[in-house]
């Protein structure tokens, strides 16, 4: 897959079937709509295009930082995670468009020429129900619909029933993830969530007792790390290994008081130096409640257990 974030570099293809959107997440609702997408080119032989925002509107759109309430923006994706789940479903191209306030306030006739038609060249564009464009949200299937001879481009829109029927949102998954509910938020995406990062040096406490972590660190803010507790993840090192580990989201109250809190990785049956590379895990399971212990006894005892359990997930 080609990915361009300059829409003056986007070859204009003239048989184009495109959809756009966020896309945050890229889940089973989505899926169908790529689906959708797929089949259409094969048939079309056109080449299949995603046109998507970076950054997510609402960070644009929203009150400023400043604000007496900021923004309570989270996301599933980076980019570069909502770019890997496109590729595994075989888009052709990928046109990540600047979001701007100026971009936004673009009338859904410039969207349709300047973007659809001029850069793109769209033959066919496929689009969920409720998916709509232009300033102010003033644009949709019944204007495309209305204006379909004039512009010499198809327009197919995803049924209600067919969308709704997988019965998922990003919100929806976002809501399962700040529980901790890892299985329904997966369910709902169809893959494990993952969150990259890299391993930076922390107060290497585990080492002394016995249990070393990878401390990773998150380098895009906005990406939503699960409520706290302990979970069984699949970990990727930057050599592609993957390995059983165990995670811990928290604080570390057996250890200390009004601690910043942590992402740390436990990799299991692992002996080597992670620091200052990149770490990928997928959540699979959710093991228990962060909790404060009796001592390092009784945290060392627990970390045991927790390790028999996520190998117990993780077959």
Known sequence: MQVIQDPAQFPHLGNAVVTSGTFDGVHVGHQQILRRLQETARHSGGASVVITYWPHP???LGPPLSHSEPLNLHLLNTLEERSARL??????????????????????????????L??????????????RFGKNREGGFDYLSQHADRYGMMVEEIPREDVDAV???STRIRRALEAGDVATANRHLGYQYPLTGVVVKGRQLGRTIGWPTANIECPEPLKLIPARGVYAVMAT??????????????????????????VEAHLLDFDGDLYDQPLTVQFVARLRDEQKFDGLDALKA??????????LALV
């Open 302 to 311: 627990q970390l045991a257990l927790d390790a028999e359990a996520a190998r």
């Open 167 to 169: 019965g998922v949102s």
């Open 237 to 262: 090192t930057a050599a592609g290994t993957r390995h059983a580990a165990m995670l811990n989201i928290g604080v570390r109250p057996t250890v200390g008081g009004n601690l910043a809190q942590t």
């Open 58 to 60: 609402r960070l644009v």
């Open 87 to 116: 590729t595994e479903f075989g888009v052709d191209y990928l046109l990540v468009i600047p979001f701007t306030r100026e971009f936004a306030g673009w009338t859904s006739e410039e969207y349709i020429q300047q973007i659809l």
């Open 118 to 131: 001029r850069t793109v060249g769209t033959r066919k564009l496929v689009i969920g129900y409720d998916h």
